[in-house]
């Protein structure tokens, strides 16, 4: 905003008002160390730390300070010394008694006046009063009409009257508001009262009207009237050519049964020849193709999110039931390793869920030479849920260190699967009930313009 505190911290200069200030300053740094307020008051003393360095930032932060409450202190003295000047001026203006109000001249309208009332020196209360303007006298009439007309001469004169092709602006008033103008035209079909310009079928000569102006002051009354040359709309050949051709299409009352419109051939001079504009298709088919193209290729990403969010649901859904079918096996003493190979059999099913073929690929893996900790690793890295790696890790423990709690550890983790499997159905039942809040609304709102239309209907026609 150009105050340039900057230059507040290096003036040493002892102005006007610096010893209040400094005092002031006193005083509020006495105030902030019995009263600290974090943020308040470092955020200078930090900007000057960090332009000028520590050793020189408590001087000018001191100088910046004192240098701030002096203009500020100006300031204050200045701002209530016109408001004590203000306030003697109004009280001594209030109580000068006036006999006469001034009546406003007609260019300035009604006047209000707020006074106050002494009956016998008590105050009796305030009144609120509005003086008219001032009536004009004939000879000042006639003066302001002379003066009007001068000034409407002028405007019409900016109109270029002898070749007007579009809308005219009239003035409602002149002379400040004192004199009214009403505008009358000799062809409306041309030039209406309202400054409108209806020259579309015009001759390229144009047609004249008489434009008057009826000027009034009070009681007196003065006519003018304007000669306006009423063109039509552009003097370029093209324009030209294009009212030509209206016309021919227009015709007379004979030409208008034809069934057909004949073009000019020739016009100013020049030969014709007419050709009918052929739409082009080119630009939008590319546009078209191109937003075409954008809008597939962030459809196909979109599909293919959902492709695997809905895989992610599978292996979610049928966690428990694999879980279980494990858990059942691996108690008949069968050896995971067998019972990999045993749930492999499930991917070979048209309807086989997702997880199986896992199970499948973990089988081919331990086939190849895969340690068999590694191959439970990869299982559960390639499900990608928390839940198949937990599964895959107890296996992966259950390899390593041969602990025989495996069986416990699994029907509790199928215990857990079950309660997320109810979480999770009931999370996507509430996501079903919020969408069909939509087509509810719709069906309402239908269901509504049903009943209310008949009614409204029915209550018209007994009115």
Known sequence: MGFRPLEWCRDERRGLLFGPAKWLWKKQEKYRIRHPQPGLYGGAQEALRTICGETQAKKYYERYQIQKNRRLLLLFLVGMGMSAAFS????????VPVRVLERPEPSEGVRQYDLQVLADGDRAGKIVVEVPVRQLTPQEAEEFLRQAEEELDTIVGNWYPDAVDDDLSFPDRLQDGVVDVRFDSSRYDVLDGAGHVRNAWLQEEGEVVDLRAVLTCGESRRECVYPIRVIPKG?????????????RIQGTDAQKTDKTVVLPQDFDGKSLRWETKRSFYGGWTAFLTAVGCLTLYVAFEKDLAKEGEKYR???????????????LLAGTGMPVRMVFFKMAQEAKRKDAAPVYEEVLRTCREMESGETELQAYENFGVR??????????SLLSQ???KGTGRLLDALRQESVNAFEERKAFALRKGEEAQTKMILPMLMMLVAVMILVMVPACFSFGGLT
């Open 398 to 400: 259950n390899v390593q």
């Open 313 to 327: 649901e599978e292996l979610l859904l049928v966690y428990p039931s694999f879980l279980a079918k494990l858990t």
């Open 383 to 392: 499900c990608r849920l928390p839940q198949y790696k937990k599964c895959a």
């Open 88 to 95: 003697i001026a109004f009280a001594v203006q209030r109580r």
């Open 235 to 247: 003097s370029e050949f093209e324009a030209r050519l294009e009212r030509e051709a209206m016309r």
